[in-house]
């Protein structure tokens, strides 16, 4: 860094260790994505993604959700869930602080309410002293780069049996669509994205049907630890020292009529006339 009088300090190596800070905190501002879509590839050559390695001539399909246990397929409204919702977080307690990054409620839906397309997130925050290495840690996919594998788990109050209902929707109740992500994904061809449309205990199964050919399926998400999870979060409710707490302000929902957009890309004009619009306006009268 240049330094200051009060930081003059230009450099500095050392290690640091978490027990060494004072505060360390976990800002994550898009989690639990509201049924994402299923990936395959339909070019001949091999594709990297965040999906996973994409085999060339629909090879493989790959998926990222805990299906049946993703907490806003078990509240798909967000009648529950909301800022202030005290959650399960990397192993320790966080909390949700607002609708993640591209939540996008008003999506078409089933008639159990759950999203057709991808839908809701959230955004959380958590105390990485009290996380552990089993529920939160790096990842690095083979030609994308890094990542971050989360752990969470939000309690859900059985509030009616609309409720009840909703909470014990099953993997065949769940479709999602099947996109390209050789093509169509990357260059945001939206209506011709959908290759199919599959349900979760099919893309469980191992194998799925896209396009009139059989695939190999697999999950990004480990179900194994999501019920783990879950049976963790029960044990600390039953032992009274995780409490429900009800939302101070909900999340916006498929009535809201809050929808994501794609960023409208400008041309951006001559650098010299930005600089002279620039000091006309903030520049002394």
Not at 47 to 55: A, K, S
Request: charged share 20%; hydrophobic share 35%.
């Amino acid at each position: 860094t240049y330094g200051t009088d009060c930081y003059p300090r230009r450099e500095l190596k050392t290690w640091i260790r978490l027990e060494d800070m004072n505060e360390a905190v976990l800002f994550n501002t898009r989690n639990a994505y509201q049924n994402y879509t299923a990936a395959v590839n339909l070019s001949d050559k091999v594709v990297y993604t965040y999906m996973g390695v994409l085999h060339p001539n629909l090879g493989n399909v790959t998926y990222c959700s805990a299906g049946q246990l993703s907490p806003l397929l078990n509240d798909p409204l967000y009648r529950t869930i909301g800022v202030g919702s005290r959650i399960f977080l990397g192993g320790g307690i966080g909390y949700v602080v607002d609708r993640g990054t591209q939540h996008h409620p008003t999506v078409p839906r089933n008639e159990l309410g759950i999203p057709l397309i991808p839908s809701g997130a959230l955004a959380v925050i958590g105390d990485l002293k009290q996380m552990s290495s089993r529920w939160l840690r790096g990842a690095s996919f083979t030609g994308y780069g890094a990542s971050l594998a989360v752990g969470i788990g939000v309690p859900i109050p059985i509030l009616d049996e609309e409720m009840l209902r909703s909470a014990a929707v099953s993997d065949s109740e769940i479709q999602t669509q099947v996109v390209d992500y050789s093509e169509d994904y990357p260059d945001c061809v939206l209506p011709g994205m959908q290759l199919g449309v599959v349900n979760y205990a099919q893309l469980k199964s191992g194998t799925v049907e896209v396009e009139g050919k059989k695939l190999r399926s697999a999950g990004l998400s480990s179900y194994t630890r999501a019920k783990e999870i879950a049976d963790i979060l029960k044990s600390w409710i039953e032992g009274g020292s995780f409490f429900l707490s009800e939302p101070v302000a909900y999340l916006p929902s498929a009535d809201s009529g809050l929808k994501a957009r794609p960023l409208m890309i400008r041309p951006i004009e001559d650098e010299e006339v930005m600089r002279v619009r620039v000091g006309s306006v903030v520049g002394p009268s």
